[in-house]
């Protein structure tokens, strides 16, 4: 054997292997959660700015609903142009119903809270529909009226106690967007109901307004040496050639004073339904939710 065979060391028994482990059990997928629906929009009264779903203070009671609404009206830098163009629309037969229209339609976005300007437009948001809506069912609830009269006392005592409905219907009607609304009687009680005095005060203060001014407006009218139209066609039913035969400075101070009345109309009209927009936000939410899913919602 050779020196160099000699040398050689023996080799170190191999180390063993260190078993392998097996692969740690993966996990099972959790099942993913299904996406929800986002939720529509309702209005909240938390502070907020302008925009949908902006929300105003909440008004508690009519009074303070009633109030706004005539700040709303009267700190709008546009206030005096758009009631004089209201007006003098209000004063042609069958375009009145835009002047109508745009109060209910500025009205509403108080129960929406989506703004407090009064919209510089008068044709671009269905105003026409909505004053020829309330035409029809003012004239619906007119005729339901006239034949509750017939029915002795109890008739009576029903007309008197459905006055604010009605107010409350005409609203509902502006804010659903749809005629049908004014007649949807049950809900309209049950929204009714949980303020009803408060319905009184929105219904009544606007009409003593409108009456007292009528009243000022007529009487300035004759010291002045015009006609009360409102009671020339009370009294005189041959009103249309009486008016026809006035002097035209006569016919001047009648045609301005009339123009004045219907400026305040308009006014009054707009204090009203912005103050019951406030109302219907407050205490009839869920017709403002059922808008905003049926896709209604002003912007």
């Known amino acids: 054997m050779t020196d160099e065979a000699a040398s050689v060391q023996p080799m170190e028994p191999a180390q063993p292997t260190q078993p392998v482990t097996s692969a740690q059990p993966v996990e099972p997928a959790q099942p993913t959660q299904p996406t929800q629906p986002a ?27 009633l109030n706004q609404a005539c700040r709303d009206v009267f ?10 163009l209201l007006g003098l629309i209000n004063c042609v037969p069958i375009l009145n119903f835009v002047a109508t229209g745009y109060a209910m339609r500025w009205g509403r976005r108080a129960a929406f809270r989506v703004g407090d300007k ?36 109890a008739g009576w005592v029903a007309i008197i106690l459905a006055v604010p409905f009605v107010t409350l219907s005409l609203s509902y009607l502006a804010v659903a967007d749809n005629l ?97 927009g406030y109302w219907i936000g407050r205490h009839g939410v869920e017709w403002v939710q059922e808008a905003v899913n049926s896709g209604k919602q002003p912007q």
């Not at 939720?39 to 508690?60: K, R």
């Not at 700190?75 to 004089?84: A, C």
């Not at 009409?207 to 009360?228: C, E, M």
Request: glycine share 10%.
């Open 75 to 84: 700190k709008d830098p546009g206030i005096v142009k758009n009631s004089l």
């Open 118 to 153: 009064l919209p510089s437009g008068y044709f671009g948001d269905r105003e026409f529909v909505n004053g020829f809506f309330f035409v029809v069912a003012a004239l619906v609830w007119s005729l339901i009226m006239i034949l509750a009269c017939f029915i002795p006392l």
């Open 180 to 276: 049908g609304a004014a007649f949807r009687f049950g809900q309209i009680w049950n929204v009714g109901k949980r303020n009803y005095g408060g319905l009184w005060l929105l219904t009544l203060a606007p009409a003593a307004i409108s009456i007292l001014a009528s009243a000022l407006l007529g009487t300035l009218s004759t010291s002045l040496g015009g006609v009360d139209l409102t009671t020339l066609m009370l009294t005189d039913a041959n009103y249309a050639s009486t008016i026809m035969s006035l002097s035209a400075p006569t016919m001047i101070v009648t045609l301005v004073v009339e123009f004045a009345e219907a400026v305040v109309t308009v006014i009054v009209t707009l204090i009203q339904y912005r103050a019951m």
């Open 39 to 65: 939720e529509p929009v309702v209005p909240s009264s938390q502070p907020g700015g302008e925009g949908p779903g902006a929300a105003y203070p909440s008004y508690n009671s009519s009074t303070e609903m």
